[in-house]
């Protein structure tokens, strides 16, 4: 089991970018599955992005695709995700999350992680 801390939220502009970090604590990160969703008030935690243990990328969520970059440093036990271009429509709590996925078909579902991290505030403003 891992534990994820989040960081790297913030407020900014419209058209500008993020980087946020996953990292986690654990001998065993490197066989995880690491994800990230993104939640509104009053909505349901959406997928974003994910990567296999060997950092193969799943397919992106179809929001960010283009604009969004999900990368791992096992030797770091971190996960990062890249957000540029950044819209107003992207300000949410994001959360990483980690799992043993026996599909690719599962990574865009939050039932098939285990772990999560607390969550990082980012804000766009327009």
């Known amino acids: 089991q891992v534990q994820l801390v989040e960081s790297g939220g913030g407020l900014v502009r419209t058209g500008e970018s993020l980087r946020l970090s996953c990292a986690a604590s654990?001998?065993?990160?490197?066989?995880?599955?690491v994800a990230w969703f993104h939640q509104t008030p009053g909505k349901e935690r959406e997928f974003v992005a994910a990567?296999?243990?060997?950092?193969?990328?799943?397919p992106y969520a179809d929001s960010v695709k283009g604009r969004f970059t999900i990368s791992r440093d096992n030797a770091k036990d971190t996960v990062y995700l890249q957000m540029n271009s950044l819209e107003p429509e992207d300000t949410a709590v994001y959360y990483c999350?980690?799992?043993?996925?026996?599909?690719?078909?599962?990574?865009?579902?939050?039932?098939?992680?285990?772990?999560w991290g607390q969550g990082t505030q980012v804000t766009v403003s327009s």
């Open positions: 999350a980690a799992g043993l996925l026996n599909s690719e078909s599962h990574a865009p579902f939050a039932r098939y992680y285990g772990q």
């Open positions: 654990g001998r065993t990160f490197g066989i995880y599955d």
């Open positions: 990567i296999s243990a060997t950092s193969r990328n799943y």
